[in-house]
């Protein structure tokens, strides 16, 4: 079993910045991927980044390439994901999740956590 606990979202202008939190106790190393994905009212959850624990590798969407970054410290069993030049339309409920590969399909993921929500006001 994984458990992930998300923070960090809140309200923020449009160019802000956010940094996110996704802890992550349990069989964590079980899951070798940690991803982030969001979901805003109305539309399908949709992916955002993703990285490996054991090999630094990194994964993102097209539209956050260049604003977001995700990173991981393994001594805190921790993943981040910093948000910079935010826009409204990054408006969404953000999760993390775990699963046995850093790709950008959600079934690809089996543990989720609760949620948090980033509101970008224009």
């Known amino acids: 079993q994984v458990q992930l606990v998300e923070s960090g979202g809140g309200l923020v202008q449009a160019g802000g910045s956010l940094r996110l939190s996704c802890a992550a106790s349990?069989?964590?190393?079980?899951?070798?991927?940690m991803g982030w994905f969001r979901q805003a009212p109305g539309k399908e959850r949709e992916f955002v980044a993703a990285?490996?624990?054991?090999?630094?590798?990194?994964y993102y969407a097209d539209s956050v390439k260049g604003r977001f970054t995700i990173s991981r410290d393994t001594a805190k069993n921790t993943v981040y994901l910093q948000m910079n030049s935010l826009k409204p339309e990054d408006t969404a409920v953000y999760y993390c999740?775990?699963?046995?590969?850093?790709?950008?399909?959600?079934?690809?993921?089996?543990?989720w956590g609760q949620g948090t929500q980033v509101t970008v006001s224009s």
């Open positions: 349990g069989s964590i190393f079980s899951r070798d991927a």
């Open positions: 990285i490996s624990w054991s090999v630094n590798n990194t």
């Open positions: 999740a775990a699963g046995p590969r850093p790709v950008k399909w959600d079934d690809n993921y089996d543990y």
